[in-house]
């Protein structure tokens, strides 16, 4: 099946510092998404980015789905924002969400 | 609008017992699925429902199994449950049939102990 790998696993930041998370798949995806999980599991929605450029705020995507990979561009990061990054996309014939084993954020102050 | 509504949010329970989730997806959205998320395996896909037909299972055992009511509410249920089974269970809603985007309830962590 699909696989999804992201990178780095780890990462450790200074506060403002900028960040960039990648997200490979081994096959053509839809639907790509990313989500922030918060200290309480919760996935919070960060981008639905199926292909092209999104900004929001100090956060913007960019999917180029012919080659097969997204990145998540962090930018002035800050404490609030560490947590885990999880990529996640659908094949065209399935329902359900491949996710990828996550980046896991921490900014110090 | 109300997001999507995971109750309870944690549960214990004992090895052999069995246990339902519930999800309440968002006004309007028909698509649900549940994934299971634990540290050694990450983020799993269960089953999703659209429109009270199950349309898709991931590779779990008979054990797990769900359904979906008439107003898009769905719930899972594992019986006899396993130490392994602790997780955190996540529901997800989606608009439509087609592929759209997927929004996160806050999850049940279940704890077998």
């Known amino acids: 099946g699909i696989q999804v790998e992201q990178s780095p696993p780890d990462l450790i930041l200074q506060e403002g510092a900028n960040s960039t998370l990648r997200c490979n798949f081994s096959?053509?995806?839809?639907?790509l998404q990313w989500f922030h999980q918060n200290p309480w599991g919760q996935l919070i929605n960060l981008f639905y980015?199926?292909?092209g450029t999104k900004q929001n705020g100090r956060l913007s995507a960019t999917t180029v789905a012919t080659e097969r990979y997204s990145l998540l561009y962090i930018s002035s990061s800050q404490t609030t924002d560490s947590g885990v990054y999880f990529c996640?996309?659908?094949?065209?014939?399935?329902?359900?969400?491949?996710f990828g084993s996550g980046t896991r954020l921490l900014v110090r102050p | 609008k109300a997001g999507v509504t995971q109750t309870p949010r944690y549960l214990i329970k004992t090895r052999g017992q069995q246990v339902t989730l519930s999800c309440s997806p968002i006004?309007?959205?028909?698509?649900v699925s549940w994934y299971q998320q634990t540290p050694g395996q990450g983020l799993q896909f269960l089953f999703e429902?659209?429109?009270?037909?199950?349309?898709n299972k991931g590779n779990f055992p008979g054990r797990f199994s769900g359904r979906q009511f008439s107003n898009s509410r769905s719930e899972m249920n594992v019986s006899t449950l396993e130490l392994g089974d602790s997780a955190l269970y996540l529901c997800?809603?989606?608009?439509?049939?087609?592929?759209?985007?997927?929004?996160f309830g806050q999850g049940t962590r279940l704890t077998v102990v």
């Open positions: 997800a809603s989606s608009q439509q049939d087609t592929y759209t985007e997927a929004f």
């Open positions: 996640a996309g659908r094949m065209d014939s399935s329902y359900k969400l491949i």
């Open positions: 980015i199926p292909s």
């Open positions: 429902y659209f429109s009270e037909t199950q349309r």
């Open positions: 006004s309007g959205h028909r698509s």
């Open positions: 096959d053509s995806v839809n639907n």
